[in-house]
């Protein structure tokens, strides 16, 4: 808009206040007095959707009902409301009408249990699919988490080993490993090492994996049993998943890693809907997209200095 002012040598405040009062139809939209809240599209609404939440200004949390086929462009967009309570969305969703809603045959959602209920409660005859990236997320959080207890305890380590070297009057040096690493810095620089496969690894990460299960075996233990979740994903039949994902769960008891028994308790919590990404391979992933061009679209305003006005030209591009 500043671009447009400077060519026409007017003041870029004059015309971005013209543009919003006089030319948008911001003034006359239907939808102004309740926008801030929730918007709905109905005719947008289709047999496959998507529900997750995004920060839209100041950390504030929406919530986006997409419609998959829209592909991320006009169309997509099917309802956004302020908040993640159920009882926030399941009312607002529900001015949709019910012969709209029963048209729906899938609905992918994360794993919150908020997002569960309203999919339930909104669309009676939707299969409704756990999206494979947060449940392996849960896993693989699990297994860092056991990284970061090895980190803490390689902290203690050092600073004790540092203090009884200061007691003695002699200068600390801490043990450096082939690599060049220190056990505090292994732990800290395999991070993303441990989230990918071997094959995926390089010649340094190779080298930087052997060294860290060689000093800690339980963390090759648990990242050998992420992987053996992982490779369920790559089945194709959902019966064999099931199977796959039943034994993975009792192996996890036997285990006894606590962070991963967390896991599988989520795991079983919704073990059905999870499986239900066999049926049409579904994913998330359109409503990660959208919602990253949501964070773009705020990012090239630099910031929302007026949400209702932001929502409105949110509505043009994507509804």
């Given at each position: 808009?500043?671009?447009?002012?400077?060519?026409y040598?007017?003041?870029?405040r004059?015309?971005?206040?013209?543009?919003?009062?006089?030319?948008?139809?911001?003034?006359?939209?239907?939808?102004?007095?309740?926008?801030?809240?929730?918007?709905?599209?109905?005719?947008?609404?289709?047999?496959?959707?998507?529900?997750?939440?995004?920060?839209?200004?100041?950390?504030?949390?929406?919530?986006?009902?997409?419609?998959?086929?829209?592909?991320?462009?006009?169309?997509?967009l099917?309802?956004?409301?302020?908040?993640?309570?159920?009882?926030?969305?399941?009312?607002?969703?529900?001015?949709?009408?019910l012969?709209?809603?029963?048209?729906?045959?899938?609905?992918?959602?994360?794993?919150?249990?908020?997002m569960?209920?309203?999919?339930?409660?909104?669309?009676?005859?939707?299969?409704?699919v756990?999206?494979?990236?947060?449940?392996?997320?849960?896993?693989?959080?699990?297994?860092?988490?056991?990284?970061?207890?090895?980190?803490?305890q390689?902290?203690?380590?050092?600073?004790?080993?540092?203090?009884?070297?200061?007691?003695?009057?002699?200068k600390?040096?801490?043990?450096?490993?082939?690599?060049?690493?220190?056990?505090?810095?292994?732990?800290?620089?395999?991070?993303?090492?441990?989230?990918?496969?071997?094959?995926?690894?390089?010649?340094?990460?190779?080298?930087?994996?052997?060294?860290?299960?060689?000093?800690?075996?339980?963390?090759?233990?648990?990242?050998?049993?992420?992987?053996?979740?992982?490779?369920?994903?790559?089945?194709?039949?959902?019966?064999?998943?099931?199977?796959?994902?039943?034994?993975?769960?009792?192996?996890?008891?036997?285990?006894?890693?606590?962070?991963?028994?967390?896991?599988?308790?989520?795991?079983?919590?919704?073990?059905?809907?999870?499986?239900?990404?066999?049926?049409?391979?579904?994913?998330?992933?359109?409503a990660?997209?959208?919602?990253?061009?949501?964070?773009?679209?705020?990012?090239?305003?630099?910031?929302?200095?007026?949400?209702?006005?932001?929502?409105?030209?949110?509505?043009?591009?994507?509804?």
């Amino acid at each position: 808009m500043s671009n447009i002012a400077s060519h026409y040598g007017v003041c870029a405040r004059t015309l971005q206040s013209h543009y919003k009062h006089k030319v948008s139809g911001f003034s006359e939209w239907n939808q102004k007095s309740h926008s801030e809240d929730y918007l709905i599209y109905p005719d947008n609404i289709g047999e496959y959707l998507s529900l997750d939440e995004v920060s839209q200004s100041k950390g504030e949390l929406y919530t986006y009902l997409t419609n998959k086929n829209g592909r991320g462009k006009k169309g997509t967009l099917v309802a956004s409301i302020k908040g993640t309570k159920s009882n926030d969305l399941i009312a607002a969703i529900e001015k949709i009408p019910l012969e709209k809603r029963k048209q729906v045959k899938e609905v992918t959602l994360d794993m919150a249990n908020n997002m569960n209920l309203t999919a339930k409660s909104c669309f009676p005859n939707a299969k409704i699919v756990t999206d494979r990236f947060h449940v392996m997320k849960l896993v693989t959080d699990a297994l860092q988490h056991i990284r970061i207890q090895h980190r803490w305890q390689a902290i203690e380590d050092e600073n004790k080993a540092i203090e009884a070297a200061k007691n003695e009057g002699r200068k600390f040096k801490p043990l450096v490993l082939s690599n060049g690493d220190t056990k505090k810095q292994l732990l800290v620089r395999s991070r993303y090492v441990i989230t990918k496969k071997e094959k995926d690894w390089t010649e340094n990460q190779q080298q930087r994996a052997k060294l860290l299960f060689s000093h800690y075996p339980s963390l090759r233990r648990a990242y050998k049993h992420t992987l053996e979740f992982r490779n369920i994903y790559e089945e194709k039949s959902k019966t064999k998943a099931k199977q796959r994902l039943e034994e993975w769960c009792e192996k996890t008891k036997k285990l006894e890693f606590k962070n991963f028994n967390t896991a599988v308790n989520s795991i079983i919590h919704q073990f059905y809907t999870i499986l239900n990404f066999y049926v049409n391979i579904s994913t998330n992933a359109n409503a990660e997209s959208f919602n990253t061009k949501i964070k773009l679209f705020r990012a090239n305003q630099r910031g929302v200095k007026d949400l209702k006005f932001f929502l409105f030209r949110m509505e043009k591009l994507f509804a």
